[in-house]
């Protein structure tokens, strides 16, 4: 129903290599927010998307939301060591529920 | 200031005890709310309070006791804890609701013996 499922579980890179992660709903989302938890660390927010095909950068992060609201994907171009964490989708409901994806383990060989 | 607080970091107790985290946000921020995270886990939302008022319980165990003494602070009681229970317990706060930016706190790790 209202769960969000995030692919892939886990990714393992060679630094400079590229890294997209997916959140798919089957359901229409009004908003999809994106977070990044390093090891050790706490979730810090990193985006939110609300319309119809936004796309939005933050330096090497492009985040995309599809067309219907159903998906929405992260991608890292160039990794680098320092992008090592988990990354989680989110998705808000009427009320005040946030609720996660499992997450995208990102690991980054130098 | 855009920052959550919490403390302890870090607390380890017997599941005899009686224990309190605590959060404190100075953003004036009208939401907040008490995740628990497992290792390799989401977040999984445990109480929010609006405005001071418990507005969603997550059908959460009653050894799990939320206060909101005023707009800034959240406690979590914890009583007769399981080992079970030991977790990362994280605090987060918005503006008004969900759809606003949560900033997290760094949260407290907890293990019950």
């Known amino acids: 129903g209202q769960q969000v499922m995030q692919i892939p579980q886990y990714q393992h890179v060679q630094e400079g290599e590229d890294f997209t992660t997916y959140c798919n709903s089957s359901?229409?989302?009004?908003?999809i927010q994106w977070y990044k938890q390093r090891p050790g660390g706490h979730p810090v927010f990193l985006i939110q998307?609300?319309?119809?095909?936004e796309v939005k950068k933050q330096k090497r992060l492009t985040f995309q939301f599809g067309e219907a609201k159903k998906n929405s994907s992260l991608h890292i171009t160039a990794t680098q060591t320092t992008d090592v964490g988990t990354y989680f989708c989110?998705?808000?409901?009427?009320?005040?529920?946030?609720?996660f994806g499992a997450g995208t383990r990102l690991f980054v060989k130098a | 200031d855009t920052e959550v607080t919490q403390t302890p970091k870090h607390l380890v107790m017997g599941m005899t005890n009686k224990k309190s985290l605590k959060c404190e946000q100075h953003?004036?921020?009208?939401?907040m709310y008490w995740y628990k995270q497992k290792a390799k886990k989401p977040p999984e939302l445990m109480f929010v309070?609006?405005?001071?008022?418990?507005?969603i319980n997550e059908s959460v165990p009653s050894r799990f006791s939320p206060e909101c003494p005023n707009s800034s602070l959240l406690n979590l009681h914890l009583h007769a804890l399981q080992p079970e229970d030991s977790a990362l317990y994280l605090c987060?706060?918005?503006?008004?609701?969900?759809?606003?930016?949560?900033?997290f706190g760094p949260g407290t790790r907890l293990l019950v013996l």
């Open positions: 989110a998705r808000g409901t009427g009320g005040f529920k946030t609720i």
């Open positions: 359901t229409t989302l009004s908003n």
């Open positions: 998307l609300v319309k119809s095909g």
């Open positions: 309070y609006s405005y001071e008022k418990l507005s």
């Open positions: 987060a706060s918005t503006s008004s609701g969900p759809r606003e930016t949560q900033y």
């Open positions: 953003m004036g921020h009208r939401a």
